[in-house]
C-alpha cells in the first residue's frame, strides 16, 4: 500500500506549530520542542514478516486518521540493524520512532523512541491472532494503534472500534478505518443502531408493515429480544452508559422516551410527557445522570436535557439559529463536555456542537447536506451522514480541525452509530 | 306283420286327409276380406294420425326451438343487463375504493390537517359507515429531509391526526391502526419540492372487510 501521503503530513507539522497553540490539546507527552496542539511528528520504520507490510500500512493509517500524530512513514524505507541513528529522524522532523519487529512467533514487538531523549519511552509485545490479514488480526493491529497513539498523545485511539450504520433498509457494520464493511447477518428491515457500552451488544428499530419496535441483540451469542410492542412508534434506541437500561421513543400519537432495564419491564418509567408531541433520540451523558432528546412540544423541533429520570428539562439549543426551525440527532459526547447535533442552516442540515458550559455553537460542516453526528470514543471524531460526494456516505469529521474523511462507499449508508473501544477478545 | 297293416293305413290315410284338404286362405275368406278392409280403415286412420302426429310434432319442433330462442334471448339479455349492472356496481365499487384510497396532504415538518385533507376525509366517512366490518390502516410519510429517526415519529404524527379526525365523527377508533413509515418509503423519487410535497403524505390501505365493499 502506497504511503507517501503520510509524507506530506510532514510539511504540516512545521504548518500547524506556526500556527500556533489554537487548541488545547491536553496530553502531548512527547516531543517537548512542540506547542500544545501541535501533531508530533512520527517516523514509522518498515518491517519484516508475514503481513508486516499491511502492519505498517494499518498503523500508520490509524495514526494519521486519530488526527493527533504527523505520521511519516515514507514507502519502502530501510529497515534498520542495530541501534537507530536518532539524529537522522529528528532532521526528518520526526519526535519520536515507532519500531515494530516480527519474532516470528505470531506476536508484534513495538518499541517507541523518544529522539529528544534518545531514550526507548514504550516497549510492548502484542499478540496477533493468525491468519494474518484476517478481521481478528487487524483488530489486533488496530489495537496496537491506538496504544501508540496513547503513548505519544496520552489519548487512546479508536481504530479497534466499529460503527453500525444502515444501509439497504438493513443495518451493517464497518470497522473504523473503512475496511471490512458488511451485513450484520440476519437483522432484517432495520433503522437507527445503537451501542450497548460493552461493544458486544446492539439494539435497532425493526420497521415492518405493521409498525416499528426495538429489538436487542447479543453479538456474541447471536440472541435477539423484543424490547419493545409493535403497536405504535418505536424507535430511537440508546443504551444508559451503565448498560443497564434501555431508552427508546414509543407512542402512537406523539411519542414519549420511555426506559426500562435490560432484563424486564418492571421499573419502566417515561421520562417526558409529550400530549401528542415528538420526543425521541435520547442519548445519555457519560455520566447517566442527564440525557438530550429531540422534542417537538415548542411546535419546532429543538434540543432539550433533562436529568435522566425526566426532571429538570431544559432547552439547550436555545438562540443563534435564526428562523432555521429545526435541531434534531442529539449526541452527548463520550467526555461529557458537548452535545452534536443536525440543525437545519439556510434550508439545508449542517452538524453542530453546543458546549454545555457556556451553550457556545459550532458549526461544523457546510458543503452539501450533512446530519446525524454520532461520537467516537476519543469525544473528537464525528460520525455522520453526507451527500457531498454525490450520494449519502458515512464521513469521519476531527471537530478539531475540521478534517474529513470518507468511511462508506457504494450503495447509501446512513443512520451511524460509532461504538465503544472494542474488547480485546471476540 | 299282418295285423300292423290297418294301422299303417290309418296312419296313411290321416296323413293322406291332411294332404289333400289344406286349409282355405284367409285373405280370401269372407272373414278375411272384412278384417283386411277392416285392417286397411284402421291403416288409413293410422296414417292420418301419423300425419297429424307429424304435423303436431313438427309444430312441437318449432315452438321448442322458438322457445329456446326465447329463452336465449332472455338468457342474453339478462346477461347482457347483468353485465351492464355488474359493470356500473364494478364502477361504483372502484370509485368507492379510490375515494376511500384517496391520500391527505401535509406541510414540511408539521401533521396539522388542512382544510383540503379534511375535505378528503370527510369523503371517506360513508364508506366507513356503509362497511361496519371494514378495518383500515393509515400510514403516515414524511420527506426526505430532516433527521430519519425523527421523520418516523413525525409520519406517526401524521397517522395519528387523521386518526383522531375519523374518530372525532363517530368511527370507531378500534377500526383504525396506525404506523408510520417515515422517509422510508418514498411514493416519489427525487430532491425538489415537487417530490417532498407528494411524499409527505397519510395513505389509506383496508386491511378487513376490502373484498365485499359496500358502496354507499
Redesign the interface.
Known amino acids: 500500500m502506497p504511503l507517501r501521503p503520510f509524507a506530506l503530513s510532514f510539511a504540516s507539522v512545521a504548518l500547524v506549530a506556526s500556527l500556533g497553540a489554537q487548541e488545547p490539546a491536553p496530553g502531548v507527552r512527547i516531543g517537548l520542542t512542540y506547542a500544545p496542539g501541535t501533531r508530533p511528528g512520527l517516523y514509522v520504520l518498515p518491517l519484516r514478516g508475514a503481513g508486516a507490510d499491511s502492519v505498517r500500512a494499518i498503523v500508520a493509517r490509524d495514526l494519521d486518521h486519530g488526527d493527533r500524530i504527523a505520521v511519516i512513514a515514507p514507502d519502502g524505507g530501510v529497515i534498520p540493524s542495530g541501534p537507530l541513528n536518532y539524529a537522522l529522524y529528528q532532521r526528518l522532523g520526526a519526535a519520536a520512532v515507532l519500531q515494530m519487529t516480527m519474532p516470528g512467533d505470531g506476536s508484534l514487538q513495538v518499541a517507541l523512541h523518544e529522539l529528544a531523549s534518545s531514550t526507548v519511552r514504550n516497549s510492548q509485545r502484542f499478540v496477533l491472532p493468525q491468519p494474518a490479514l484476517g478481521p481478528a488480526w487487524r483488530l489486533a493491529v488496530h489495537r496496537v494503534a491506538d496504544e501508540v497513539e496513547r503513548w505519544v498523545t496520552g489519548q487512546q485511539g479508536v481504530a479497534a472500534s466499529r460503527v453500525l450504520f444502515v444501509r439497504g433498509g438493513t443495518l451493517w457494520q464497518v470497522d473504523a478505518d473503512g475496511e471490512n464493511a458488511m451485513p450484520v447477518p440476519g437483522v432484517g428491515a432495520a433503522l437507527g443502531p445503537a451501542w450497548h457500552p460493552n461493544g458486544t451488544v446492539i439494539a435497532w428499530t425493526e420497521l415492518g408493515d405493521g409498525g416499528s419496535r426495538i429489538l436487542m441483540r447479543d453479538l456474541t451469542s447471536g440472541r435477539t429480544s423484543v424490547m419493545s410492542g409493535r403497536a405504535a412508534a418505536n424507535l430511537s434506541p440508546a443504551f444508559a452508559p451503565d448498560g443497564s437500561q434501555l431508552a427508546y421513543a414509543a407512542g402512537s400519537d406523539g411519542t414519549d422516551i420511555l426506559v426500562r432495564p435490560l432484563d424486564g419491564e418492571a421499573g419502566s418509567f417515561a421520562i417526558t410527557a409529550g400530549q401528542g408531541s415528538t420526543n425521541a433520540q435520547p442519548s445519555f451523558s457519560p455520566d447517566g445522570r442527564r440525557v438530550a432528546f429531540t422534542t417537538s412540544r415548542l411546535g419546532r423541533n429543538e434540543i432539550y436535557i433533562s436529568d435522566s429520570d425526566g426532571a429538570n428539562p431544559e432547552l439547550l439549543t436555545t438562540s443563534g439559529f435564526g428562523d432555521q426551525l429545526y435541531r434534531s440527532d442529539p449526541s452527548w459526547s463520550p467526555d461529557g463536555r458537548a452535545v452534536a447535533f443536525s440543525t437545519q442552516i439556510e434550508g439545508r442540515f449542517q452538524v453542530a456542537t453546543i458546549a454545555l458550559r457556556d451553550r457556545s455553537v459550532k458549526q461544523h460542516t457546510s458543503e452539501g447536506i450533512n446530519e446525524d453526528p454520532s461520537w467516537a470514543p476519543d469525544a473528537r471524531h464525528l460520525v455522520l451522514t453526507s451527500n457531498r460526494g454525490g450520494s449519502r456516505q458515512l464521513w469521519v469529521l476531527d471537530t478539531e480541525s475540521g478534517r474529513m474523511r470518507q468511511l462508506t462507499r457504494g450503495p447509501v449508508a446512513r443512520m451511524a452509530a460509532w461504538g465503544p473501544r472494542l474488547p480485546a477478545a471476540r | 306283420m299282418p295285423h300292423h297293416l290297418p294301422r299303417l293305413a290309418l296312419v296313411a290315410f290321416s296323413l293322406l286327409s291332411v294332404a289333400c284338404f289344406p286349409k282355405q286362405d284367409p285373405s280370401t275368406s269372407p272373414e278375411a276380406l272384412a278384417a283386411a278392409a277392416k285392417a286397411k280403415k284402421a291403416d288409413s286412420v293410422a296414417a292420418v294420425q301419423a300425419e297429424a302426429a307429424r304435423v303436431a310434432e313438427a309444430a312441437r319442433v318449432e315452438a321448442a326451438a322458438k322457445a329456446e330462442a326465447a329463452a336465449k334471448a332472455a338468457v342474453a339479455k339478462a346477461t347482457a343487463d347483468s353485465v351492464a349492472r355488474a359493470e356500473v356496481i364494478t364502477r361504483a365499487i372502484t370509485a368507492t375504493r379510490s375515494t376511500f384510497a384517496e391520500m391527505i396532504f401535509f406541510d414540511y415538518?408539521r401533521a396539522e390537517l388542512s382544510v383540503e385533507s379534511r375535505e378528503t376525509l370527510e369523503a371517506k366517512l360513508p364508506i366507513l359507515r356503509a362497511n361496519p366490518g371494514m378495518r383500515i390502516r393509515i400510514s403516515g410519510h414524511t420527506d426526505e429531509?430532516?433527521?430519519?429517526?425523527?421523520n418516523?415519529?413525525?409520519?406517526?404524527?401524521r397517522a395519528?391526526?387523521a386518526?383522531?379526525y375519523l374518530v372525532s365523527q363517530g368511527i370507531d377508533e378500534a377500526r383504525i391502526?396506525?404506523?408510520?413509515?417515515?422517509e422510508?418509503r418514498p411514493m416519489v423519487e427525487g430532491s425538489d419540492e415537487s417530490a417532498w410535497s407528494q411524499n409527505r403524505r397519510d395513505e389509506f390501505e383496508i386491511v378487513v372487510g376490502g373484498d365485499a365493499i359496500r358502496v354507499p
Not at chain 2, 429531509?145 to 425523527?150: I, K
Not at chain 2, 418516523?152 to 404524527?157: E, N, V
Open positions: 415538518d429531509r430532516g433527521s430519519d429517526e425523527y418516523l415519529a413525525l409520519g406517526q404524527r395519528a391526526a386518526k383522531r391502526d396506525v404506523v408510520s413509515f417515515g422510508e
